[in-house]
């Protein structure tokens, strides 16, 4: 009979994982991954791809405002530097995704280091306005620095695998396996950055900054650091929506974005990495779920497709407004909670 | 309460599933009917047009499925809302695509049909939709998107020599400002007229109207400081509708002659600007006039369902008479026993000579080396709240590679 998980020793404290069911969990999760694609049609493997991507730019989002408590709302702007970026490489110089990949992270990282200098000085509501800036400048200059983007125009993003290669074209399946494992990688780098002093300084500052300079945190470095790392994966997302969709158009980065991924690290769960990708899958599903009910549902009620879209959007915001009332520690908690239940029943204290 | 709340959470998973595993699966047997895929902005920032042009396309499938269908098998337009978001737009494709086997698809804005063209091609399915931008018209980029109106580049070069005719005849200098949309859109033919503008001495600038402006006084200015004599508008109806309030207010509309290009020309535009309108022109590759032939169809469709064409408007003929030019397409492959696949499709499109909308556009033709269909529009003025044509066809067909 259990109580509870309670830590005798710092290693255990440390552990990623606690329990048996925790191991047996994570080959589950594996398998289905690496399984999945085999079953699927092109559909899901599309809506699989989406949530991948989700991931990557949720995890990123969740370092700065899960974890170290500073909101953005320049999300979508910081996917487009990685996106652009990758892009340009791609075409310009014939730059193969291996590293206009890693370039469109690495140049969104400077600029999110950038625009986190402000947030120094500024916090909360502030804080959001000046990323909300940033949000609106990098898509002005996006679309008006015509010689190096090309302006509003779309650009082609090439899937180039060595210099001086053709583009190529890769299925949604073969994408797959590229998406994933960057989503891979990314949950397994962000969940050990958070074993690490720099992660800790971030927990901190997000609890009290105060406290946390007193203790000799340098809140500058540690914040620029915060904003740096979150904009590396934010562009990673990015810069794999590039090469996924090869199209790279400003409009798919405007602010609405900025409030989707905010969206889902509040439901899946505002600190918290396993939160994010809860979010990415119920935010990705939710949508597509609700329209294959309205649709099923067409033949029984005959005004059904007309109204999707209006329930989608009710849905959506209903969603957003129970989380907040219900579980404000979002799916990650809710999870929890029912986990707990089971393994600690009869004596859940 | 804990324990019914997860309950309730599970059952709402599972009827979900249930849901879900019902839907999709379809067959293409020879009575099955054709599918093709649709796009709408029905609430989204251009919805103000995009709602009667989507609902004619989905009142064109059904008045062809009440009245026989295509060669004796029904259509199905299977098609939602998507609000203008590039997004969702890939994903309901990819639906349509890939669970519904569409043959063929409907687009809609400039910036969801270019992000999607890539994939087209991949998936070979020909795509209409509507947007006139010139990008669409590159046949190696975009080889399975077909226009059915006259390019926003040709609509601007029509809008050019319309002015420079109507320059020398009123003996004024021709100084044109293009106000546009701040997106792909809107920037579309800004560079083809340039060239064109550059190549007749016509000094020629352009000004973006930004997003959700609720006064363009301060960009009518900078016209004014340009000493404008003509203003081309690319944008939709109602901030072009504002455009010319502010523009009377400013004592403007007097000296300087305004013109839309399609997507402003029409009857909204007129109601908005509440007066502000008169004497404006547009570029109109469709017709406002219902009273040509193949409006009739679309009208007495309208009337049976406690409608109006009056009061869904030009686009709603648009809407219908795009995808009619998708249909026929379809209905030449099946004339000619071919399977419904997307390169049989593109085939018989490209066949089409000289297909009449009955004088709602000029003829629409396609060929293997070039898909706009429409290179001719009339130029209209509104005269007493109504849109006149004051020219016969105007042409213009740009070369693009």
């Avoid at chain 1, 969206?263 to 597509?288: D, E, K, N």
């Avoid at chain 2, 300087?256 to 909204?268: R, S, V």
């Avoid at chain 2, 009273?291 to 409608?307: I, M, N, Q, R, T």
Wanted: aromatic share 12%; with cysteine.
């Amino acid at each position: 009979m259990e109580s509870g998980i309670f830590h005798s020793t710092y290693e255990k404290d440390m552990a990623l994982r606690h329990t048996p069911i925790e191991k047996i969990r994570l080959a589950l999760v594996i398998a289905f991954v690496l399984i999945f694609p085999f079953v699927a049609d092109n559909y899901w493997l599309n809506l699989a791809n989406t949530i991948g991507v989700v991931i990557v730019g949720a995890v990123g989002l969740n370092i700065l405002t899960g974890f170290t408590g500073q909101i953005s709302l320049g999300q979508g702007a910081f996917m487009a530097v990685g996106a652009y970026t990758a892009a340009l490489l791609s075409i310009r110089w014939g730059a193969p995704m291996w590293l206009t990949i890693p370039a469109g992270a690495i140049s969104t990282a400077i600029i999110g280091a950038i625009f986190g200098i402000p947030s120094l000085r500024l916090k909360g509501l502030y804080l959001a306005i000046a990323t909300l800036a940033a949000q609106e400048i990098i898509l002005w200059v996006i679309t008006h620095w015509d010689a190096v983007t090309g302006g509003v125009d779309a650009l082609n993003a090439q899937n180039i695998l060595w210099f001086g290669g053709e583009s190529h074209y890769f299925s949604e399946f073969q994408f797959y396996w590229i998406i994933m494992g960057f989503a891979a990688l990314t949950t397994m780098v962000t969940v050990n950055i958070f074993r690490t002093r720099i992660g800790r300084a971030f927990i901190a500052i997000r609890d009290q900054d105060i406290a946390a300079e007193v203790m000799g945190i340098d809140l500058f470095k540690y914040k620029v650091l915060a904003f740096a790392t979150s904009s590396f994966f934010v562009g990673l997302a990015g810069a794999l929506i590039a090469h996924w969709r090869q199209i790279v158009t400003w409009e798919r980065f405007t602010i609405e974005t900025s409030i989707f991924y905010l969206a889902v690290i509040i439901i899946g769960g505002l600190g918290s990495v396993s939160g994010s990708i809860y979010g990415a899958i119920f935010m990705v599903l939710l949508p597509a779920i609700l329209n294959n009910i309205g649709r099923s549902l067409k033949g029984v009620i005959p005004a059904m497709d007309v109204l999707i879209p209006f329930i989608q959007q009710a849905v959506f915001g209903l969603v957003i407004i129970l989380f907040l009332i219900l579980e404000p520690e979002g799916i990650a908690k809710m999870w929890k909670n029912v986990r707990d239940y089971f393994r600690l029943w009869p004596f859940s204290y | 309460m804990k324990k019914q709340y997860f309950l309730i959470i599970g059952l709402v998973l599972i009827l979900a599933l249930v849901l879900v595993a019902c839907g999709g699966g379809g067959s293409s047997d020879k009575e099955s009917p054709i599918k093709i895929g649709a796009v709408y902005d029905m609430t989204g920032p251009t919805a103000d047009v995009g709602a009667p042009y989507g609902r004619g396309e989905q009142g064109y499938v059904d008045w062809l499925n009440a009245n026989g269908g295509v060669n004796g098998r029904k259509v199905e337009l299977i098609g939602q809302d998507y609000a203008y978001k590039v997004d969702q737009a890939e994903q309901l494709y990819s639906q349509y695509v890939n669970q519904d086997k569409v043959v063929a698809f409907m687009g809609w804005g400039t910036g969801d049909t270019e992000a999607l063209r890539g994939k087209i091609a991949k998936d070979k399915i020909p795509f209409m939709s509507a947007s006139y931008s010139i990008n669409l018209a590159k046949i190696k980029e975009a080889p399975y998107n077909f226009l059915a109106g006259v390019t926003y580049s040709d609509q601007m070069v029509i809008a050019l020599q319309w002015a420079l005719q109507d320059a020398k005849a009123k003996g004024v200098e021709p100084k044109v400002v293009v106000f546009h949309h701040d997106s792909p859109f809107g920037q579309s033919p800004v560079p083809d007229g340039k060239a064109f503008a550059d190549a007749n001495g016509i000094a020629y600038t352009d000004i973006a109207m930004p997003k959700g402006a609720t006064d363009l006084t301060p960009q009518l200015t900078q016209a004014q400081d340009f000493g404008a004599t003509y203003v081309i508008i690319q944008n939709v109806s109602s901030p072009a509708a504002l455009l010319l309030k502010n523009a009377k207010s400013l004592g403007m509309t007097d000296k300087t002659q305004f013109i839309c290009l399609n997507w402003c020309a029409d009857e909204l535009f007129i109601k908005l600007s509440e007066g502000a309108a008169e004497g404006a022109m547009g570029i109109m590759p469709f017709t406002s006039d219902f009273s040509v032939p193949g409006a009739k169809d679309p009208a007495e469709y309208l009337k049976s369902k406690g409608k109006s064409l009056d009061d869904e408007g030009l686009h709603y003929v648009q809407g219908w008479w795009t995808v009619a030019t998708m249909i026929q397409g379809i209905k030449l492959t099946m004339d000619a026993n071919k399977d419904l696949t997307g390169e049989n499709i593109k085939a018989s499109l490209e066949s089409i000579k000289n297909f009449s909308t009955g004088d709602v556009t000029a003829p629409i033709s396609f060929s293997p080396t070039d898909h706009r269909g429409n290179d001719k529009a009339k130029v209209h003025q509104v005269q007493g709240g109504v849109w006149t044509p004051i020219t016969d066809y105007m042409q213009s067909r740009i070369p693009v590679e």
